[in-house]
């Protein structure tokens, strides 16, 4: 059976819907606290990040087309090894932290729409965990239903947030927080590069265009086209939300409603309407995203499993779905329920920008085999070290338990690989 073509503006709305899933719903306020008025350029450098990274994609995703995306590329690079093995899990264990991040931030929207106890943080526990758990039974009863799924909350999400955008922006004049904005405002370029790389993780969607790579239609033209389009397009809607959002409330309000800003920001222009529009879009959001990132996380389990990365038990099936999903879902409630935003933020961020600085190494390293420019994979590495070094740096200070969740994810990744590769080879 032929699969169907994926046509350019499918490939480019896979990008979109990748990166504006929770990301934008639960970092804005994290972003805001962290930068100040300057969140604007906070986005910004994170979003250059994703385009310089864009390019390895590019070429990696014409040169190697494979569902296994990411994963396939890192095994180009390095062959099957246990650092190759290492970083495919760190994938994977990256998937379970996004996923905990859009479910905290189902958490921190719904209650504003219906309190189950009165008591916001048992509410919030209940929600995140029920998400999952609705999610996960999606994803067991069809993956058709995913994808559908996919595709109207898509669009949902772009007519809102491309309306509150419209509203706000008019809501902006005469606004005496607009002064916000003024780069008197803004925290230092040090922090301002620190803060867009704690929210990181609303851009590292455009990645599983790379999983759709084989079926895309007139790859050579299309593939760059998607790529580009998409990040190019989440760069500006970012920047302006940021902009709406910053010039509409007064930094302590953002301050307070951190955990679900974008609805407070709607509250200047349209009063609670525009608080429950947001919020409805939000959940629909961090909904949609569960649902991809669940179907996606268990696809690279799967992936590693079957390249010999981890045990063969993963590529058994539970219920006609690969055993992946269950461990995936489970992993993301136990996160969920322990850690907290800024610290769930700050572990995804890390292990992406590793997992980015890895590609554009291997992209540098099959320039020459892919007859493509070596500099700007080269600068793409660069600038992921120094990404990682400022975020580690900043939230030592500011976040210990995030970058020592990190350390620990990373540790363990290698750990696994190693004692799974020693053990297969004494029985092989």
Not at 320 to 325: H, S
Not at 340 to 348: K, Q, V
Request: hydrophobic content about 50%; proline content about 3%; charged content about 15%.
């Amino acid at each position: 059976m032929k699969s169907k073509k994926i046509s350019l503006k499918d490939a480019i709305s896979i990008g979109i819907g990748g990166m504006v899933g929770g990301g934008i719903f639960a970092v804005l306020g994290l972003a805001v606290s962290l930068a100040k008025g300057g969140t604007p350029l906070a986005f910004l450098f994170a979003g250059i990040l994703a385009l310089i990274t864009s390019y390895s994609y590019i070429n990696l995703s014409k040169k190697f087309p494979d569902r296994g995306g990411t994963v396939k590329f890192i095994n180009q690079g390095f062959g099957k090894t246990i650092f190759s093995g290492a970083i495919n899990n760190l994938l994977w264990v990256s998937y379970i932290v996004m996923l905990s991040l859009y479910a905290s931030a189902f958490g921190s929207y719904a209650p504003n729409l219906w309190e189950i106890t009165h008591d916001k943080t048992i509410d919030f526990h209940i929600y995140a965990s029920a998400i999952i758990l609705l999610a996960t039974a999606i994803n067991y009863y069809s993956i058709s239903v995913v994808g559908k799924i996919e595709a109207y909350a898509v669009l949902i999400k772009l007519i809102i947030l491309i309306g509150f955008i419209g509203i706000g922006a008019y809501g902006l004049i005469g606004n005496p927080n607009v002064g916000q904005l003024a780069i008197s405002n803004w925290e230092s370029p040090l922090k301002l590069f620190a803060g867009g790389m704690v929210i990181f993780v609303a851009y590292e969607g455009f990645e599983l265009i790379a999983n759709a790579a084989p079926d895309i239609d007139n790859p050579e033209e299309n593939i760059p086209k998607a790529y580009y389009y998409s990040v190019i397009f989440v760069i500006l809607l970012y920047i302006i939300i940021a902009l709406v959002t910053v010039g509409s409330l007064p930094f302590e309000q953002i301050a307070k409603a951190k955990d679900y800003v974008l609805a407070e920001a709607a509250k200047p222009m349209l009063g609670q309407i525009g608080f429950t529009i947001i919020t409805l879009a939000a959940l629909i959001s961090t909904f949609s995203a569960i649902n991809a990132s669940l179907y996606g996380g268990s696809k690279v389990n799967f992936e590693i499993a079957e390249d010999d990365e981890l045990p063969h038990h993963f590529v058994a099936k539970l219920w006609n779905q690969p055993i992946g999903l269950m461990i995936t879902a489970v992993a993301t409630l136990i996160l969920v329920n322990l850690l907290n935003l800024e610290s769930i933020s700050t572990a995804g961020s890390i292990g992406f920008i590793i997992i980015f600085g890895i590609v554009n190494y291997v992209g540098y390293k099959l320039a020459a085999k892919m007859q493509t420019k070596k500099i700007i994979p080269l600068f793409g590495v660069l600038l992921c070290s120094l990404a990682l070094i400022t975020l580690v740096k900043q939230q030592v200070s500011d976040n210990l338990t995030g970058i020592l969740v990190s350390m620990g994810i990373i540790l363990l990744c290698f750990i696994i690989e190693w004692v799974y590769k020693k053990v297969e080879k004494k029985t092989s």
